[in-house]
């Protein structure tokens, strides 16, 4: 039980992480100008967030199939 338990709060913490990446992404957009660093930014926390996006979706796959077994 403590597996699961420590599965969904490692999944928590993907989330969060995407969360905040979606967050500053968003605030950087609002902007009405970019420099060309905010621009990398924002390709950067793109790429991380599809990153945890993709653990998270990993994670949950993973669970379902501990749960057939």
Do not use: C, F, P, W
Not at 39 to 63: C, F, G, P, Q, T
């Amino acid at each position: 039980m403590d597996n699961v338990e420590s599965t969904e709060e490692i999944y928590k913490q993907y989330q969060g992480q995407h969360a905040t990446m979606e967050r500053r992404i968003r605030m950087l957009l609002k902007k009405s100008y970019l420099t060309e660093a905010e621009e990398r930014e924002i390709k950067v926390l793109k790429k991380k967030k599809l990153y945890y996006k993709d653990l998270m979706e990993n994670l949950a796959n993973s669970l379902q199939r501990k749960e057939k077994h």
